[in-house]
């Protein structure tokens, strides 16, 4: 058994030497193959610990800043329904205002087509979802967003109601044409002699879009606060990856300098070894 051959003391100490180069070269072969010099808790538990914290963290921040961006989809749907509703609304005032010169047969079709208008504006709003979430078309509705499983740094917005019955209010007898006008053929709401009733209306309508572009606004703001959060996100993550990497990655020109140090000094301790083993057998040799 190899355990009853006796080396001799020189022998051994270069057989020792030359399995400390080896065991040293298959850990920098290691670290080269990997690109790791800490791949597990065995290398170094505090570092590898370390390290899969601030990965953990990234990776958390990660799936963070995707509900982040999907977000900001969510407000832009709600913005861009909005920019079209004070488009439509305009548009509205455009025929009452042509409304004011036009004979009874005219207003007849005006009234068709404001009325076809108003319920395709709703039907705009009420098509303005993402991922089902509608931010325009009730105040139910709210987007929450959870920027850290650390903190309780949150956000949430509430959606509006920006239908034309909501956003086009009146309070006096006189000004309810502007709710009556919808579904209504203008001549029986509306006779040649009141005409400052559509001034009335138009007026209405352009508190509605007053009231949508504010809506718009606080909307708005949120994507801009929200871009921000994605940059920032984005930059921190990178920034805990790096992290991560300074304290597991192996630099690959350290350990490629160390390999070919411990190639030259695993040939050197061979040939020492085959040195000592040539004194053993010089020795050997006298007793023949």
Known sequence: MSSDIVLGTATRQN???????????????GHLATGLKVASALDDAVKFFQ?????????????????????VSSLTTAVNAAQSEVSILQQLQGILSSAKTQTAAQRKAASTQFNTL????????NDASY????????TATALSLQFSNSSKSTLKVSGQNLLI????TTKTVASKLATKLVGSAWSKVISANHTSKFDIAFNAIQNAIATVQAAAASIGGNVT??????????????????GASKLTVADVNEESTNLVTLQ????????????????EQAVLRLFR
């Open 15 to 29: 057989l020792l030497a030359l399995q400390g180069i080896n065991q040293n070269l298959d850990t920098t072969q």
């Open 51 to 71: 390290a899969q914290s601030l990965s953990d963290r990234a990776n958390d921040l990660a799936v963070r800043k995707d509900a982040i961006d999907q977000g």
């Open 118 to 125: 108003s319920n395709q504006l709703n039907q705009l709003l």
């Open 131 to 138: 991922q089902g979430l509608n931010l325009v078309n009730s």
């Open 165 to 168: 019955s909501n956003v086009v």
């Open 225 to 242: 606060f929200l871009q921000s959060r994605l940059d920032f996100t984005s930059q921190y993550i990178v920034t805990l990856q790096g």
């Open 264 to 279: 030259t000094r695993q040939s050197l301790s061979i040939q020492s070894l085959s040195i000592a083993t040539q004194s």
